[in-house]
């Protein structure tokens, strides 16, 4: 289990294997064979821990590093509740369609307004199974706009994506 070594020449020739040659099992010069080292159990042993613990640490490193990226997931707002939404859309319709509005009433549900000389209002009332009911309604002269009803009703629809 020691280092075995074999002299078949000159110390010269030893001296200069050791320097150019040390990891070398067998050196031979033509013939003459002039030194045979064969490593011991023990310093392979010490080399592979080495190499072992190089590479343990890579890969502590490695997972580290990895652990460091967490990715979050994210936190869902909470959904505007159906009143909120419907009064939103019922808002935007009214403006879709060129009506200046004069007053808001969120807390009774009414928006009122006007679109040239006819008067518009829009009645959102939350019911007792807590399905929305929107009720839109317009007065005016004979003949004004018969369709405005019928085109806030479209623009309301289609901001409530239907």
């Not at 009214?94 to 008067?119: H, K, L, M, P, W």
């Not at 929107?134 to 994506?161: H, I, N």
């Amino acid at each position: 289990m020691a280092i075995v070594e074999r002299l078949y020449a000159n110390e010269k020739c030893r001296d200069l294997c050791r320097r150019y040659c040390r990891d070398l099992s067998l050196i031979a010069v033509g013939r003459v064979h002039i030194e045979v080292r064969a490593m011991t159990l023990r310093s392979f042993g010490a080399i592979m821990q080495k190499r072992c613990k190089r590479m343990a640490i890579i890969l502590i490193c490695c997972v580290a590093t990895l652990a460091g990226c967490t990715v979050y997931e994210p936190v869902p707002a909470p959904a505007p509740s159906t009143f909120e939404r419907s009064w939103s859309a019922a808002l935007g319709a009214a403006q879709d369609e060129g009506v200046r509005i004069t007053s808001e009433d969120r807390v009774d549900g009414v928006i009122r307004g006007f679109r040239a000389d006819q008067e518009v209002t829009i009645n959102i009332r939350t019911q007792a199974d807590g399905n929305v009911r929107v009720e839109m309604s317009s007065r005016g002269p004979k003949g004004s706009d018969p369709g405005l009803t019928a085109r806030l009703s479209r623009a309301y629809d289609r901001r409530m994506g239907r």
